[in-house]
């Protein structure tokens, strides 16, 4: 269930681009770098909430069309 809620939720236009720019103003916190940003966002996200989402920071990353 929470899967299916949390891809709903990226799906809505609103909620994406409030992720996206959250999701830059912690990225500047780790750097510019695609990796770094991609470590920062798997530390945090996968840290936090992996484990109802289901998704590593990359599928993430992707879903947010950050990288």
Known sequence: ???NLVKR???NSVV???IRY???YLCKG???SQ???IKFIQ???DGAVGYLIQHNATD???VIRLC
């Open 16 to 18: 994406e681009t409030h």
């Open 9 to 11: 939720l990226l799906q």
């Open 43 to 45: 530390y945090e996200v």
């Open 1 to 3: 269930y929470t899967v």
């Open 30 to 32: 780790a750097g510019s």
């Open 35 to 37: 990796d770094a940003c």
């Open 60 to 62: 993430i990353c992707h």
């Open 22 to 24: 959250l999701v830059k």
